[in-house]
């Protein structure tokens, strides 16, 4: 208004804008402070499990030779901690690279296998069989191939988080709701079309899916892998520190190992809420 | 002043680099696959590779130490490696299976394989097993097996458990009274100093002597002279650090972990078996012949054994396996 007061309509709407925004800003609170809330019991679990075991290792009642003292694998950690991030950072290389390889050609493998079902039809009753073979049958023959180190390692940690993934996108891929399919079908879309603009989207929560347990998978082959293959990483320090008695060194490999387990399945886990409009769709997921 | 100071200056640099380019390139290349994981076992090779001895007698050394599912046979007959260092065991078994390969030195002249006992089991001797629990390693069964039989003593005389590769928590929480087999310098050595005192028996004194840690190269290698040589040069240069290391094993074996070749190495645990393996590097023969000097009695024994537990059919050609032409060259140090 020209003269300088507002209309009744106005400013019913600035109070009214306001009062969602302070809405909006009462929800961020409220949510940053249910998630803290939620994060309470666990974490009020995991300090009384600590301080148990503190108790019980002082008194004996677990002995050091085969589970040493909080205090004692703290102190590890704290002298220590240029050797555990040497090795942390061999193995994170490993397990990511490897996590990222396999899913990347899962992905595109299921993605060629929705496209053809002939390629589906020939291939698939192989991948499901070398499902059935251990990983570790495979493992010295990655390192002949390979060499040991690193190219082997990355390339069974690949092949370990690979078939997950691959099943839950053929899964996915499939899921599709038909009425998509039939209005794609009826506007003559491609294939690739009809991957891009319906199938990827649905595949979605399936894929984050198998990306939560092949999270964990990562670091499990590639610490397993490093006992075979490699003079780096985490494994080898757990087996090595073990042959020689070390075990707060032991066990402090060990909790690193769990800890980075945790960060990459909560970077998936954050990546999937920031997708959340595809993700959140499958429930039962 | 030269006319052409930048050009003079790039030719000069030219020839540097292409000198430079033709000593680097003048030492040979030698790969060698190790025993253990790196620890004073392997003193000799990361020792006389951080000091320039190699790099002296003209050698290229790259070392793999080895580890679980490190097959140095494999490795040296692949070509992955030119010098391996293992188990006579696992040399026989191989030839056995038709691979060609050359002996030409061994670390041990006395096994430190062992079976480690509680001393409050009272096991002095292999009859006092009867009525004991005994662990046996989950590699070592028919090891166990051979080692009883050749002492009177059956499987089903002792209380057998499958244990793990490096599990001495049962023996020490006193699960088991003994736990075969054991590195004489190693598991003893963490057993006491978890507070329980243990005798050691070793099994090169009851029939089963072998020399652990023996450096092979494929047979059709070794047939070239000038290979021979390269391996005499080897010797030479890893013995002048074992030399070395037999004058002071606790100090040098604390300098090994000092340089931090292998993160879980305890210094305690690496100074005892420091000073316990050289006793069993040397004996009468290397006191007149010279440390790591192969020898066929302790091989026609070992050959025995091997049939023994069935990983051969038949002893072999042990004249065609072994070779001390490339110590006698070398002629290493008396201990």
Do not use: W
């Given at each position: 208004m020209v003269d300088g007061t507002m209309s009744g309509d106005f400013a019913a709407d600035l109070v009214g804008e306001r009062s969602r925004r302070g809405r909006a800003w009462g929800d961020r609170g409220g949510r940053a402070l249910r998630a803290l809330l939620a994060l309470l019991p666990p974490a009020v679990l995991l300090i009384g499990i600590v301080a148990l075991w503190g108790v019980l290792s002082a008194y004996g009642l677990i002995p050091s030779y085969i589970l040493p003292s909080p205090a004692a694998i703290g102190h590890e950690v704290e002298t220590n901690w240029h050797v555990l991030l040497k090795h942390a950072s061999a193995t994170t290389l490993e397990a990511i690279s490897g996590f990222l390889i396999g899913n990347t050609v899962a992905v595109i493998v299921a993605a060629l296998f929705t496209m053809s079902p002939a390629l589906k039809d020939a291939f698939l009753p192989y991948a499901l069989m070398s499902r059935a073979v251990p990983i570790v049958v495979f493992t010295p023959l990655f390192v002949v191939l390979?060499?040991?180190?690193l190219p082997s390692i990355i390339a069974i940690v690949s092949f370990a988080v690979y078939f997950p993934t691959f099943l839950n996108m053929m899964r996915g891929l499939d899921a599709v709701d038909v009425d998509y399919r039939e209005l794609l079908h009826t506007l003559s879309a491609t294939p690739l079309q009809r991957l891009r603009l319906i199938e990827f989207p649905a595949a979605m929560p399936y894929l984050f899916a198998a990306l939560k347990v092949s999270a964990s998978g990562a670091f499990i082959s590639a610490l397993v892998t490093e006992w075979i293959g490699a003079n780096t990483g985490l494994g080898y320090l757990v087996v090595v520190s073990s042959q020689f008695f070390k075990l707060p060194t032991m066990w402090a490999a060990i909790f690193t190992s769990a800890l980075l387990t945790l960060a990459l399945l909560g970077v998936v886990t954050l990546c999937e809420r920031s997708l959340w409009r595809w993700t959140g769709l499958a429930k039962e997921l | 002043m030269s006319a052409y100071p930048f050009r003079n200056a790039l030719i000069l640099g030219a020839a540097l680099a292409a000198l430079h380019g033709a000593t680097a390139s003048a030492a040979t290349p030698v790969t060698v696959v190790l025993?253990?994981?790196?620890?004073v076992e392997s003193f000799g090779a990361y020792y006389a590779k951080a000091k320039g001895y190699f790099a002296e007698a003209g050698l290229d050394v790259t070392l793999i130490p080895a580890g679980t599912g490190i097959d140095q046979v494999q490795m040296v007959d692949s070509g992955q490696a030119t010098i391996g260092i293992g188990g006579p065991e696992q040399v026989l078994a191989a030839v056995d299976k038709g691979v060609k390969l050359k002996v030409f030195a061994?670390?041990?002249?006395?096994?430190?394989v062992s079976m480690t006992c509680r001393k409050d089991a009272n096991v002095a001797k292999p009859a006092d097993l009867k009525g004991k629990r005994l662990g046996v390693k989950q590699n070592a069964e028919l090891f166990a097996k051979l080692f009883l039989s050749k002492n009177g003593?059956?499987?089903?005389?002792v209380t057998p458990t499958t244990i793990g590769g490096s599990d001495i928590s049962l023996i020490i929480a006193g699960k088991i009274d003994c736990m075969i087999t054991t590195f004489a310098f190693n598991e003893p050595a963490l057993i006491e100093q978890a507070g329980v005192p243990v005798n050691v028996l070793r099994l090169g004194d009851y029939g089963l002597n072998a020399q652990t840690d023996s450096y092979f190269v494929k047979g059709d290698w070794y047939a070239d002279a000038a290979n021979q040589a390269t391996l005499v040069k080897y010797m030479k240069a890893e013995g002048k650090a074992w030399d070395e290391f037999f004058k002071d094993p606790a100090g040098l074996s604390k300098w090994f972990v000092d340089q931090?070749?292998?993160?879980?190495?305890n210094v305690e645990q690496q100074q005892f078996q420091g000073t316990t393996q050289v006793k069993y590097m040397a004996d009468a023969v290397t006191a007149d012949k010279g440390i790591f000097w192969v020898n066929p009695k302790t091989w026609v024994e070992t050959a025995q054994n091997t049939v023994a537990t069935g990983a051969a059919k038949a002893v072999p050609d042990l004249t065609a396996l072994l070779t001390d032409d490339i110590m006698e060259k070398a002629s290493l140090a008396k201990h």
């Open positions: 390979l060499g040991r180190g | 025993g253990y994981i790196p620890d061994s670390e041990f002249q006395t096994s430190p003593v059956s499987m089903s005389d931090a070749f292998n993160d879980g190495l």
